[in-house]
């Protein structure tokens, strides 16, 4: 099923990993650029009820199906909507550029991190999101599928090692 689509042609040991959530990546509030960690936004339906809110370490496929480790965030985002927000899926792609918009996203849940929480203000929230992704840097430079994931190549102890980059 996940080999199916041209987005999911991964490497071949993960290809018997079913995606957590695949959707469209949509115009985010654009905020993210500006807090220094802009993501990849997907609506959530209501097939995926299965996934709780929160923060994971997460990996995703990108456009040509390569994998890269993400700093994931599932939630009605409260600092900035209380209870009433959207709610959606974002993904913190590390180390990765390019323009993800209206690329249908494969999602993998790896290991969670924390609940969402309302941050007082957009300071904490940035220093949290810091420390979000120095746990999926560690994650990745530990994790035994860090030749899964390794993005650019970089593959084993090299992995989540560089400075935090945008996508
Ligand atoms: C790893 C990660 C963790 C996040 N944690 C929270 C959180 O705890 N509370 C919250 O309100 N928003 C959280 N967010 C969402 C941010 O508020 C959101 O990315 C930011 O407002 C930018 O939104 P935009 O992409 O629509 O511009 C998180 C986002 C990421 C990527």
Not at 106 to 127: C, H, K, M, N, T
């Amino acid at each position: 099923m996940v080999a199916e689509r041209p987005e999911h042609q991964l490497p071949t040991h993960v290809t018997s990993m079913i995606p957590d959530v695949v959707g469209r990546v949509v115009p985010g509030d654009q905020r993210g650029r500006t807090l220094g960690f802009p993501t990849a936004n997907v609506l959530l339906g209501p097939d995926d009820d299965q996934v709780c809110d929160g923060v994971y370490v997460g990996a995703v496929a990108v456009r040509s199906g390569e994998l890269r480790w993400a700093a994931v965030s599932v939630g009605t985002r409260p600092t900035y909507y209380g209870s009433q927000g959207v709610r959606l899926l974002e993904a913190f792609v590390l180390d990765y550029a390019d323009d993800l918009y209206d690329h249908l996203l494969p999602v993998w849940l790896l290991a969670p991190i924390r609940l969402q929480v309302a941050f007082v203000d957009e300071q904490s929230l940035v220093d949290r999101l810091r420390r979000d992704v120095q746990h999926v840097r560690r994650y990745a430079a530990r994790c035994r599928w860090t030749d899964m994931v390794g993005p650019d190549g970089r593959t084993g102890s090299r992995a989540g090692t560089t400075e935090q980059g945008g996508s």
